[in-house]
T-cell receptor, first 116, second 111 residues
Framework: DAGVIQSPRHEVTEMGQEVTLRCKPI?????LFWYRQTMMRGLELLIY????????DSGMPEDRFSAKMPNASFSTLKIQPSEPRDSAVYFC??????????????FGPGTRLTVL | GQQVMQIPQYQHVQEGEDFTTYCNSS?????IQWYKQRPGGHPVFLIQ?????EVKKQKRLTFQFGEAKKNSSLHITATQTTDVGTYFC???????????FGKGTSLLVTP
């Protein structure tokens, strides 16, 4: 298995532009998580899905952020419009649940977003 | 969710010295996971601790879960330059599905 795949690896955009980050989880995993990492705030959970259904989006900073998981092998995180303070590394992670508890999380390589 | 605090934030050691990072919670944790993130990389799972007082070893790394399940530690014996990175502890939220990560301890090892 190739692991969790994210694209693009780097994104530089201008303030006000729409940004779409993509993630392909490990096949067979039933949980998918989106995180944001910055020096100031550390690793923050934005939203997670179970079997393609959003379960908790309380970490999404504001309405400019949205996430979808149209099928078990693909998820997107969209920022519209983007702002300089959105600059961060965005990680996608997936995991398998066992007896109602998620196991270890496998992280993708991340997307480094820079908003100018 | 179950929040965890990590100390120290940074640690700089000479190669061959030992290193310990601590993870503390004000509430009892169901279990705890540890991850390592190399500079420029992504977090990678190291281990999960579940039982009170549990101790697990991985070569030079020793992981411990406190008796009250409110704290945990990671100890590295005789650090090597390959140990450089940030070590995170993470506790499950009340739902048991999502993880709350600590801020991490960044380890720098100089030869």
């Amino acid at each position: 298995d190739a692991g969790v795949i994210q694209s693009p690896r780097h994104e530089v955009t201008e303030m006000g532009q729409e940004v779409t980050l993509r993630c392909k989880p490990i096949s067979g995993h039933d949980y998918l998580f989106w995180y944001r990492q910055t020096m100031m705030r550390g690793l923050e959970l934005l939203i997670y899905f179970n079997n393609n259904v959003p379960i908790d989006d309380s970490g999404m900073p504001e309405d400019r952020f949205s996430a979808k998981m149209p099928n078990a092998s693909f998820s997107t995180l969209k920022i519209q419009p983007s702002e300089p303070r959105d600059s961060a590394v965005y990680f996608c992670a997936s995991s398998l649940s066992y007896r109602g508890i998620t196991m270890e999380q496998f992280f993708g390589p991340g997307t480094r977003l820079t908003v100018l | 969710g179950q929040q965890v605090m990590q100390i120290p934030q940074y640690q700089h050691v000479q190669e061959g010295e030992d290193f310990t990072t601590y993870c503390n919670s004000s509430t009892t944790l169901s279990n705890i996971q540890w991850y390592k993130q190399r500079p420029g990389g992504h977090p990678v799972f190291l281990i999960q601790l579940v039982k009170s007082g549990e101790v697990k070893k991985q070569k030079r790394l020793t992981f411990q879960f406190g008796e009250a399940k409110k704290n945990s530690s990671l100890h590295i014996t005789a650090t090597q330059t390959t140990d450089v990175g940030t070590y995170f502890c993470a506790a499950f939220s009340n739902s048991g599905y999502a993880l709350n990560f600590g801020k991490g301890t960044s380890l720098l090892v100089t030869p």
